[in-house]
């Protein structure tokens, strides 16, 4: 059984070997600090970062009536919602691509009619797509972490005075920043590693649509050393969001 | 090539045998049988999906499996070993990568010509009537600048003294993709093979580019070096380069090399 467990183990972690040994440690800055990769890079931090936002803004809510409230039909909301987690992110694409294109959306041709605005091809565009694969993974952290907060708690709070915006900021708020930061980190994981729906519904322009799984791809062909460069950076920063939660996954263990 | 010649004629002989003739018989006498792997530049789909048919339909016991991508990303394929017989370009150059890294069986032949033109929405909204136009879009889909059609689609525009600002650009991963983005998606304009704006049929206006201002893209085929089915993969390149492989191709808009 140890020995299974061990070639387990290895099959996950051998792909990370190969690309340790194969990235150029001596031009690792200079791979990653100019040109195209550099760009990318700061592209993919700040793209994601307003994907986790914006996630956080749609999320939250979403995941407050999924834990408090009881009405028929959640637990299909909860599936249809946490779908995206699921999908092949390029079908993900597609369906941002049937509801905000310009050309051909449900309610993108509206959007650029009637307020001039343009999603696709976009740097809001990219946000979008990495929210949309991005958020299922908030909305169950969150969820999980509001289900299992003590309500006598937030009882005892009321009877001690509190009004509901304090008893929700000081009691509930706190407890739940755990579950928070795991639902961040991961939604902010899964932003940053995007692919399908980023080049499917915002195109691959550099500097503005071009993130750096994007780019990734497009410099194993034309400067392998590059893209392996991006590709340690990508994976020491998944590595630095899986220390910091510190094995807090879900939430639920505290 | 003359191994190759022969093994066509006598391919060219089953192929003309009645359809009903017996298959079975026909199959167990064929030397040809085996699984057949071809990377072919994505734009060579259609033409290629077509050729393989009618390859297996002479060789019973052949099955040719097809793997589309941009001639690039094959390249990069076969130097990392990938399981390839036949290697079909969108253009010469990827063979001298593949040359110069030792992945070649022999010199690879031209078999194709293409040419550039330009796609934009139905109708045409935006009045493109050349490359010079392409300054005032919005977004021009392009090739990425490794793939042959991003190369092509920079002599186009060179040619045209036209210079559009990278922010401006969206790069698909190969020929197919960069149409895609007009045909299914936001891209205002896109230059592509002519054989895939004819492809894209009514979901995209054709602007063509007057021979003067256009390139000639070659394709080329070949034989990848480590190969176990050399005989077959000779076979197919001479299928392809052949009057049905012609015929194929030039019903989905090829020119003659």
Redesign the interface.
């Known amino acids: 059984m140890v020995i299974a467990a061990a070639l387990g183990a290895a099959f996950i972690l051998l792909p990370f070997v190969g690309l340790l040994r194969r990235v150029r440690w001596a031009s690792l800055p200079g791979d990653l600090g100019a040109g195209p990769a550099r760009t990318a890079l700061l592209l993919s931090l700040g793209s994601s970062l307003a994907a986790t936002a914006l996630a956080l803004v749609l999320g939250a809510p979403l995941a407050w009536v999924l834990a408090r409230m009881d009405f028929r039909g959640r637990g299909v909301l909860r599936a249809l919602v946490t779908l995206p987690m699921v999908l092949p992110p390029v079908v993900g694409g597609a369906a941002l691509?049937a509801a905000w294109?310009?050309?051909?959306g449900l309610l993108?041709a509206w959007l650029h009619d009637a307020a001039g605005v343009?999603l696709?091809?976009s740097w809001w565009g990219v946000v979008v797509a990495e929210a949309f694969v991005a958020m299922p993974f908030l909305v169950l952290a969150l969820e999980g972490g509001i289900a299992s907060v003590d309500r006598r708690y937030e009882q005892a709070a009321a009877t001690l005075g509190a009004a509901p915006m304090a008893r929700l900021a000081l009691v509930t708020g706190r407890l739940l920043l755990p579950s928070l930061a795991a639902g961040l980190a991961l939604a902010w994981a899964r932003a940053l590693g995007e692919f399908g729906a980023t080049?499917?519904f915002a195109?691959?322009?550099?500097?503005?649509?071009?993130t750096a799984p994007l780019a990734v791809?497009?410099l194993?062909?034309?400067d392998p050393e590059a893209a392996y460069a991006l590709s340690v950076a990508l994976v020491a920063v998944c590595v630095a969001v899986l220390a910091a939660l510190r094995g807090r996954w879900w939430g639920v263990r505290r | 090539m003359a191994l190759a010649g022969l093994v066509a004629l006598a391919g060219s002989a089953a192929g003309a045998a009645p359809a009903g003739a017996l298959p079975a018989a026909r199959a167990a006498a064929d030397p040809l049988r085996g699984e057949l792997t071809v990377s072919a530049a994505a734009s060579l789909g259609d033409a290629f999906a077509r050729i393989a048919r009618d390859f297996r339909r002479a060789h019973p016991a052949v099955r040719v499996r097809l793997n589309l991508a941009s001639s690039a990303g094959l390249v990069a394929q076969i130097q990392s070993g990938a399981p390839v017989d036949v290697f079909a370009a969108a253009d010469l150059a990827s063979f001298d990568r593949l040359a110069a890294s030792g992945h070649l069986a022999r010199t690879p032949v031209a078999f194709a010509r293409n040419r550039m033109a330009i796609v934009v929405k139905p109708g045409n909204p935006l009045a493109v009537r050349g490359p010079a136009d392409l300054t005032g879009v919005p977004v021009v889909a392009l090739c990425g600048r490794t793939v042959p059609c991003g190369a092509y689609a920079a002599a186009v525009l060179a040619r045209a003294g036209v210079a559009l600002p990278e922010s401006r650009v969206t790069r698909g991963l190969d020929a197919r993709a960069t149409l895609t983005a007009v045909a299914a998606g936001d891209a205002d304009a896109a230059v592509v093979y002519a054989t895939d704006a004819r492809a894209a049929g009514r979901a995209v206006t054709t602007v063509e580019i007057p021979a003067a201002g256009n390139v000639v893209a070659v394709y080329g085929i070949g034989v990848v070096r480590d190969t176990p089915r050399r005989a077959l993969a000779d076979a197919f390149v001479a299928w392809v380069r052949g009057p049905e492989g012609r015929a194929a191709l030039a019903a989905h808009g090829f020119g003659r090399p």
């Open positions: 691509l294109g310009r050309s051909y993108g343009q696709t091809f080049i499917t195109g691959n322009i550099e500097g503005r649509t071009q791809y497009l194993l062909e034309s």
